[in-house]
């Protein structure tokens, strides 16, 4: 019944549509017209409603739709297989799952909302629905084990160069290793996890939490100070389906380059674009915490601090 | 009922017992009394039955029991909390779901018998019942992930030494990176499982699996001519369960000791266990096949292989 409501209003686009015309299409009552009209509202369609004149459909939900995406996408491997929940309580759990059952290289898990996301550091991830990407990519890399920073990295660059591409406005940077900052505050997260036989990777998966549509009341206040949003950050509404897409390109490149020409060149488009290096740093590890200053990242993917009394110490990203 | 079979053999050991005394004590036929027999057998007890005198109980099975393992056990972490099995598929599996489940470190799970026991790049490993030592413990190292290579080559180091420590009769040798070798024949194999969150690990599951008193009947055609057993090895029965505990023991001393002062006597250990220092090595890995002669294990638990051209060559144990 919903369905025939929309295909109506969208063969009348800008039109008003009086619920007699409705109450006629699908012979039912005015009060039962009001209810699907109400019940639309709550999957997030808006309608202007004048007295005489009827009802206008002027805002439609941003809904991710896998069949769409992948009309779009021109990728060979990356989101070829996407799997799109509505509410999962984290796409990272599924990818997983997924990955174990022999998931292809470049599977995507996507969800419109997670209500148990993870963050890194066992620390939930706030992911609100329809309101931000909330993905996780199941990735099989040839490398070794110790290679993993490296991949950390890769992924923070892909995310960093998606939101340049799309908003050229929005001052976007890495924070080492991999969160991405507007204005000092965070708009992205990136959890790398892996499982390996020995040193052979038997899989990763990279999930990424981007908040993309988020207001200021869609934040706990804890949050509020520390994380912020692309529509915040540049005052309009993003695409969520570009954002993916976008992404997912940007990402296949830098993983086909860093299979064929090893890190350097990631190492290299990771320090243009963070705020990390040169800065003062302190970092808590196993052995103690370190202060000095960020110099540069080291070919494993480390982050080599240099301390006051001139020794160099080498930081991964888990601490 | 068979309970009270083998009490009362137990309490005359070395006597022979009629079916006739055996079906007054049970208030049951002499058939019945001869099932009962059958169904010890085979549970792996054996009988030797003679005409007129009866029956004689001269082998019982050599069954692990998990509180007799832990009485004698003198560590402090490893193998306090001990699952024992009976058939599993694979003691892995099962300590995957342990530690994702919060499993301590340290935690053991055991089995008489695997039926799709799991060795390195995917193999299969042969467990058969009551022969072997199938094992898999629970790790939750503080290390970064680019120094598991290390651990793999201390669990070969705490099961060369365990087994040297029990039979110093029998010649075994570490072959790179972490198989035990008797006259170029495998008896254990060793798989580290890891799970990592960016480069922290959370845990490691480290599977061991030794074929301690399997005769030459108890392999499959395929693996006669390379493998073999402690028992084939040295001409006698080794105790499971004390190969268990000296293992735990063992291994609990070097890990502790890699905590303290880190790689550098593990790899001295190692060097001193192996076979593979000096001999001329071929392996395949994925930039091509390496051939040259093994020098040494670096500081990251690599092997060093130098080239016909003199040029070194990294391996690590995935390739």
């Given at each position: ?16 549509v009086?619920?007699?015309q ?5 012979e ?18 808006t309608?202007?409603a ?13 809904r ?17 297989s ?25 599977t ?25 990407v ?7 890399p040839?490398?070794?084990?110790h ?8 992924v ?7 939101v ?5 406005d929005v001052?976007?940077a890495i ?42 009341d ?5 949050l509020?100070?520390v994380?912020t ?13 570009e ?12 993983y ?20 990390s290096?040169?800065r ?14 960020a ?11 240099r ?13």
């Amino acid at each position: 019944m919903e369905q025939r409501i929309l295909a109506y209003f969208e063969q009348r686009p800008n039109e008003y549509v009086s619920g007699e015309q409705l109450s006629e299409l699908l012979e039912c009552s005015r009060t039962a017209v009001w209810k699907h009209i109400r019940s639309l509202r709550e999957r997030g369609y808006t309608f202007e409603a004048v007295p005489r004149k009827g009802y206008r459909l002027i805002g439609v939900p941003d809904r991710l739709n896998a069949a769409e995406l992948l009309a779009a996408l021109r990728t060979r491997s990356m989101g070829r297989s996407i799997k799109l929940f509505d509410a999962v309580e984290s796409t990272q759990t599924i990818a997983h799952k997924l990955a174990e059952q022999g998931a292809a290289e470049g599977t995507l898990v996507l969800a419109e909302q997670q209500t148990a996301g993870r963050g890194r550091m066992g620390r939930r991830w706030h992911s609100p629905k329809g309101k931000g990407v909330w993905m996780s990519l199941v990735l099989r890399p040839q490398i070794p084990i110790h290679f993993t920073p490296q991949l950390t990295l890769l992924v923070a660059v892909a995310l960093c160069r998606t939101v340049r591409k799309l908003g050229p406005d929005v001052p976007v940077a890495i924070k080492w290793p991999n969160d991405l900052l507007v204005e000092g505050k965070k708009i992205s997260g990136i959890l790398l996890e892996s499982n390996a036989e020995d040193e052979r990777l038997r899989y990763v998966i990279a999930g990424v939490g981007v908040s993309v549509n988020l207001e200021k009341d869609d934040y706990p206040d804890e949050l509020r100070s520390v994380a912020t949003s692309l529509r915040i950050a540049s005052g309009r509404e993003w695409s969520r389906a570009e954002l993916i897409r976008t992404f997912l390109e940007q990402f296949e490149a830098l993983y086909e380059l860093y299979h064929a020409e090893g890190f350097e060149p990631i190492r290299s488009a990771w320090e243009a674009q963070t705020i990390s290096i040169g800065r003062p740093i302190r970092a808590r590890t196993p052995k103690g915490d370190v202060e000095g200053v960020a110099e540069s990242i080291d070919e494993m993917g480390a982050l080599l601090v240099r301390q006051p009394d001139g020794a160099i110490v080498k930081l991964y990203s888990a601490e």
